[in-house]
Each structure stands twice: as structure tokens, then as C-alpha cells.
């Protein structure tokens, strides 16, 4: 009878402990963002030597826009912004997961 009595009281404290220990990892998606401020006008912007993409025109230059961010992976990456076809920064950068490089245009 005291088996019975403390099988049957230590099932469900076992049972609680399988259920009641949950847990999750979330991980975000590997993403890093460029994000260029001051004299934006008709800036070339050409990274890893892919595809140029041409700079939107600045509302507020030197604020923080972020709807002006170009995603890209984390890594090392070679920036490279022209404008008038004369390079005005030619970096080697080293960008992590969720971080944001800014870059100050001339």
C-alpha cells in the first residue's frame, strides 16, 4: 500500500518536471546593414566589386534614416563609394551580425 501511495504521488511530480522545462533558441537571420549619410547626391556605391547601386537623395543629411540601410551578410567586405566616376572611400571593413556601418560622404 505505501508503494502504491508513493508511486502514485511521484509520477505526476516527474511528469511536471518532463512538461513544465521548455525552452527555445531563437536565432535571427545573419544580416548587417550599410548605412551612408551626408552629401548622398548621385553618390555609386559598388561593395565586393558586385552589381553599383546609386545613393538615394538625402533628406536630412547626417541624420539617422532607417529606410536607408542596404543589407548585406556579415563578413569582409570592400566599400567602395564614387561619385562624379572619382572614388571618394575605398574601405576594407570587417562588419559582424546585426551591426550597422555608418559611412560619411563628402
Do not use: W
Not at 16 to 25: E, L, T, V
Not at 27 to 33: N, P, V, W
Not at 58 to 87: A, C, D, M, T
Amino acid at each position: 500500500m505505501k508503494l502504491l501511495f508513493i508511486v502514485a504521488l511521484t509520477f505526476p511530480l516527474m511528469m511536471g518536471c518532463y512538461y513544465g522545462q521548455r525552452s527555445a533558441i531563437v536565432q535571427t537571420a545573419d544580416k548587417c546593414y550599410l548605412h551612408f549619410i551626408g552629401n548622398t547626391d548621385s553618390a555609386k556605391v559598388v561593395v565586393d566589386e558586385n552589381a553599383a547601386f546609386y545613393l538615394e537623395e538625402s533628406e536630412n543629411p547626417g541624420k539617422f534614416n532607417p529606410r536607408k540601410l542596404y543589407g548585406l551578410q556579415p563578413g569582409k567586405h570592400r566599400v567602395q563609394v564614387y561619385k562624379q566616376e572619382k572614388i571618394i572611400i575605398d574601405q576594407l571593413i570587417y562588419i559582424g551580425n546585426n551591426e550597422t556601418k555608418e559611412f560619411d560622404i563628402p
